[in-house]
């Protein structure tokens, strides 16, 4: 009787095993319907990507699909979803590091929610809903002539830093703008201007977050205060312009110099590091544009440290950049995402 009944224990566990093993994969193949119905091979490469596109005057359907081909190519989301469930274990998901209070969807009261000892969201956030492909710019003088513009507009989702400008550069950076971080120094010059009217810089800033209208505007690095945040909203309401304001629960800066291994180097994670560790938690496949960290260009040409000004500098910064790059280049390689430095035409 002994050996019968370890028999059936051992049948009952194999059909449990198999129950959950098929549930699994069902829902797997719900989340991701077109893409896990093949093995995804990612072509390594010794170079950043240099991704040929269409001209501007292609139709947007056809660059979606060329699109598409690259990320073919690059792009592994079995390793993907691993590093997106590693990154929501470390409460680094948008849900917890993008926090959209509920009173700018409904004109209510104004809440400030901010807590590090906050262990779950507060009830009636906004999240970002899960988008299929994003771009991710960063604001590297590389960009200048790039022609990126149109490929980047041609993702579901586009995510910038620091209040980069759009105006007199969509032919290389393109103008969708979903959401645009906002770094602790760029939120204390905005706040000297944004209060006084009669300061000669009011006007200049009002017409920045006209030009963010529609968008999210995240203040990535912890710096904004319940009062700060409160007199944002009433800018934006009494200018009736539809920016929604999202902040971290908590500091992130060192819960994501932990995940990349960056605690003992001492340096700060840039404002790009922050927006690609979040993105990963929103989108299934992820472009990446305006990362490149050095004063010359692979053709010898000198490039500036932005590409909307014409800064020549050191690249010295409370940043460790290169090392960044460097980590960056090597999850490309391994199929997380593409990063593109060359130019996007023909």
């Not at 030009?211 to 690095?221: A, E």
């Not at 312009?241 to 995940?259: D, E, Q, T, Y």
Request: charge should be positive.
């Amino acid at each position: 009787m002994g050996s019968v009944t370890i028999s059936r224990g051992f049948f009952t566990c194999l059909l449990c095993f198999s129950t959950l093993s098929t549930w699994a994969l069902c829902f797997l193949i719900m989340m991701y319907p077109s893409d896990l119905s093949i093995v995804m091979k990612h072509k390594s490469f010794t170079e950043p990507s240099q991704t040929r596109m269409p001209s501007l005057t292609t139709p947007k359907s056809d660059i979606k699909q060329v699109l598409e081909d690259e990320f073919d190519k690059h792009i592994d989301l079995v390793k993907i979803l691993k590093l997106r469930a590693k990154i929501t274990r470390q409460r680094l998901s948008s849900n917890m590091t993008m926090l959209i209070p509920p009173h700018q969807q409904d004109g209510g009261r104004v809440h400030f929610y901010r807590s590090k000892t906050m262990k779950t969201p507060p009830k009636g956030l906004q999240f970002i809903p899960r988008q299929r492909t994003c771009a991710v710019i960063g604001n590297s003088g590389i960009l200048l002539g790039s022609k990126c513009g149109a490929e980047i507009d041609a993702h579901d989702y586009v995510l910038r830093s620091n209040m980069a400008p759009r105006n007199n550069y969509t032919d290389d950076v393109g103008n969708q703008t979903d959401v645009m971080t906002v770094n602790s120094m760029a939120t204390k010059e905005a706040l000297k201007c944004i209060t006084n009217e009669s300061s000669s810089c009011y006007f200049k800033y009002l017409d920045t977050y006209r030009y963010l209208n529609g968008s999210i505007l995240w203040f990535s690095k912890f710096g904004v205060s319940a009062k700060s945040h409160f007199q944002f909203v009433n800018l934006f309401r009494k200018h009736k312009l539809n920016i929604l304001i999202a902040h971290p629960f908590k500091p992130l800066n060192g819960m994501i110099a932990s995940l990349w291994n960056m605690l003992k180097k001492k340096y700060s994670p840039s404002s790009g590091l922050f927006l690609y560790t979040v993105s990963v938690s929103i989108c299934d496949k992820i472009s990446m544009y305006g990362f490149y960290p050095f004063g010359t260009a692979p053709d010898g040409s000198d490039l500036p440290y932005h590409y909307y000004n014409d800064k020549f500098n050191s690249f010295k910064s409370g940043h460790n950049i290169p090392y960044e790059f460097r980590k960056l280049l090597s999850l490309s390689k391994q199929g997380y995402f593409r990063i593109v430095t060359d130019k996007c035409v023909i």
